[in-house]
């Protein structure tokens, strides 16, 4: 048995040269395995302290790597950090025999394995076509699902930004005129979401302003990514699209049961089946579809898998005794 783990900080995770593209890639191989049957994931566990203040444990195993891992995730209210409000950590261990293998900063991989989901709900309810984006909420996962969603939607050229703070959308929207596209802010949210092709909501836990878009809005053809649990969303509003998919029906409807997410389904499709082909994905270019993210743990697996595996091949991090 061995006698050590890695520690993996922040900057070794982020400066591992894990790709977007790669990134994509595993998470939707675990999506695909969990098709299979050969991964899954436990429900979170969440203790709620406050609105917008809680923790989370999220485990899951990949049984063909023979992996199994957890994410401890905290979240606090702005007003009581003056450093980040979200804080992870994963744990990685050896599935067989029990044994810890690693532990890591979880920060990078929550922005990015969450816009890499996104994208891959996207490469099936999107249209390939599609050149607008509109963004309800201007924090980290605005900027991770711009990257990402270019990656998979390489027409994209227009965006719209919108925030509670004119400030955090006016920055957004340098930062996409920077990468050669057209930005705009908006001060209505109902501009951010209306007439376009994409539209993403980010929209933090504990907001003093809940369900105040309408899926009335969504053009023909029109993707929304609800990043934010779907907590932007007028829950009576939601089967109004064509095509609602989740990332996994069992989890949703125990977040639903909760009262974390607005609607328990029927959803038509999740991840899994999405990943793997068991569902074609939008039907038609007039249908208007909607990922309803919950947010899971496989994803977070995923990309500490890929990160493990990097740090193994250059020895980076710092071994701990057991």
């Not at 390939?128 to 027409?155: M, N, T, W």
């Not at 929304?224 to 969303?233: F, K, M, Y």
Request: aromatic share 6%.
């Amino acid at each position: 048995m061995q006698d050590t783990l890695i520690y993996l900080s922040e900057a070794d995770v982020s400066g591992a040269g894990i790709s977007l593209d790669r990134l994509r890639e595993v998470v939707a191989d675990a999506f695909a395995a969990q098709a299979r049957g050969t991964a899954r994931a436990a429900s979170k566990s969440v203790l709620t302290l406050g609105p917008g203040h809680l923790f989370q444990a999220k485990p899951a195993v990949l049984a063909d790597a023979g992996l199994a891992g957890m994410k401890w995730f905290g979240l606090v209210p702005s007003a009581q950090t003056s450093g980040p409000t979200i804080c992870s950590l994963i744990i990685l261990s050896d599935a067989k025999t029990g044994a810890p293998l690693a532990v890591m900063g979880g920060n990078w991989i929550t922005a990015t394995r969450t816009g890499a989901m996104t994208a891959i709900a996207a490469q099936a309810l999107a249209r390939k076509g599609s050149e607008s984006i509109g963004f309800v909420g201007c924090g980290v996962q605005a900027y991770s699902h711009l990257d990402a969603l270019r990656l998979v939607l390489p027409k994209l050229n227009r965006v719209v930004a919108y925030s509670r703070t004119p400030a955090s959308a006016e920055k957004f929207a340098a930062a996409a005129r920077a990468l050669g596209m057209q930005a705009a802010t908006t001060r209505d949210p109902r501009n951010a979401v209306e007439g376009l092709d994409v539209v993403i909501t980010t929209v933090p836990e504990g907001a003093a302003t809940l369900e105040f878009l309408d899926t009335a809005w969504l053009a023909p053809g029109e993707f929304a990514g609800a990043v934010d649990l779907g907590r932007s969303w007028k829950r009576e509003t939601l089967r109004g699209v064509d095509l609602l998919a989740t990332d996994e029906h069992e989890q949703t409807r125990v977040l639903a049961a909760m009262g974390r997410m607005p609607f328990a389904g029927p959803y038509e499709a999740d991840l899994a089946d999405l990943a793997s082909g068991r569902h074609p994905g939008r039907g038609s270019d007039r249908e208007r579809t909607m990922f309803l993210f919950s947010g899971h743990a496989l994803a977070d697996l995923a990309a500490a898998q890929a990160a493990y595996e990097i740090a193994q091949a250059r020895g980076l991090g710092v071994r701990l005794p057991l």
